[in-house]
């Protein structure tokens, strides 16, 4: 038992029958929103845009991803990604004071739904398939470094520079990252962010290939209702993306890169999970990976289940993925959820949370994959 800690992200719902994000603007969780599929834009300030004309890049205006990566590597100057700040957080208060483990044999969701107030006759989430993809290390010696983890850069409509963390996953197509929807869209009233690069196994500056969106993908409920600040169960919820990307600059795909985290969207919340995130706040300042290491423990608020670590990872690390199954030998595992928040609680522990992954998570990834 931990004393009540004030954090930013974490729930993922508990009604069993109906694995759907909210409906917008309702607390309602039985009517699916479906998937937001965003196209990706590039926007040059027209300093930079004069000083690489000979791209043809129209200064001042968005244009299209396809065909201009040149451009975007060109913006990402190193003093570009050194200015570059965390994303602020969607947050709520959150009293953990009874964060709990599952009961054993039984899945966290399983003990929520016993809970449910609703009629609906509730699936047994524990007899539920585990849908995985399975890992699909990088095609060299990678020394334990999970080199299918990378820093993301990019800019919002004010033109700030911010940055975040995201991995490889490892798909058909061989070019999806997972991360947080708010790593990729700023939530109600706002939209999708621009000049985004993902930039696997990245260190002081230098990273294995750069590589563009084609397509973003997030819950409708987070483009409908998300926000940065005192936000409901619901919106933090529907804090998770996927993200179809382009080949790099040399042709190559991302696993082809890098490999690809396997992934696992059903089963017990309660696992020894490995985190790995690019946190501002502690001595490596975002340059190189950082890592927790634990059993979760979870939790929920207004029925929406959450998970827990202890951890000191702070900004920065929204959108890394926690890993089951975690092969240190390899660097690579299976997500199963991604950092959305964490927060002091009043005993001094540092906790990071995260939404869970289950078949909505799922249907993200598919879309991502398959780019429909």
Excluded at 140 to 149: D, E, K, L, Q, T
Excluded at 305 to 325: F, I, K, N, Q, T
């Amino acid at each position: 038992m931990i004393a009540s800690v004030a954090v930013a992200l974490g729930p993922s719902t508990a009604n069993a029958q109906s694995l759907a994000w909210p409906a917008a603007g309702s607390a309602a969780r039985s009517a699916p929103d479906g998937i937001v599929a965003g196209q990706p834009q590039i926007f040059i300030p027209e300093d930079e845009a004069a000083r690489i004309s000979d791209l043809d890049v129209p200064a001042g205006k968005p244009v299209d991803a396809t065909g201009v990566s040149t451009a975007l590597d060109e913006y990402w100057t190193p003093e570009r990604m050194e200015e570059a700040i965390p994303m602020d957080v969607p947050s709520t208060d959150i009293d953990v004071s009874t964060q709990r483990a599952p009961q054993s044999g039984r899945s966290a969701l399983d003990a929520v739904a016993e809970q449910a107030t609703n009629a609906l006759d509730l699936l047994d989430l524990a007899a539920l398939p585990v849908a995985d993809v399975e890992p699909r290390p990088a095609p060299y010696a990678s020394n334990g470094v999970a080199p299918a983890n990378g820093r993301i850069f990019f800019t919002t409509e004010d033109g700030s520079k911010l940055t975040c963390s995201g991995s490889a996953v490892n798909s058909p197509s061989g070019n999806v990252v997972s991360t947080a929807a708010h790593c990729v869209h700023g939530g109600k009233g706002k939209g999708f962010h621009r000049n985004w690069v993902f930039r696997p196994n990245y260190v002081l500056g230098i990273s294995t290939g750069a590589f563009q969106p084609k397509q973003f993908y997030i819950p409708e409920y987070w483009k409908t209702n998300g926000v940065n600040t005192n936000t409901g169960a619901a919106v933090l919820d529907s804090d998770v993306a996927f993200v179809a990307t382009f080949n790099d600059s040399n042709g190559q795909s991302l696993v082809d890169r890098v490999g690809g985290h396997g992934l696992r969207t059903s089963g017990s919340l309660a696992f020894p999970a490995k985190i790995f995130g690019y946190p501002v706040n502690n001595l490596t300042l975002g340059n190189s990976q950082s890592t927790c290491s634990g059993d979760t423990s979870t939790d929920q608020l207004d029925g929406f289940d959450y998970v827990g670590l202890p951890c000191s990872m702070g900004p920065g690390a929204s959108g890394g993925p926690w890993l089951a199954d975690y092969n240190p030998s390899n660097g690579y595992g299976y997500i199963r959820t991604i950092s959305s928040g964490g927060g002091t609680a009043s005993d001094g522990n540092n906790w990071i949370l995260a939404p869970s992954f289950d078949s909505r998570a799922w249907d993200l990834y598919q879309a991502a994959s398959s780019g429909l």
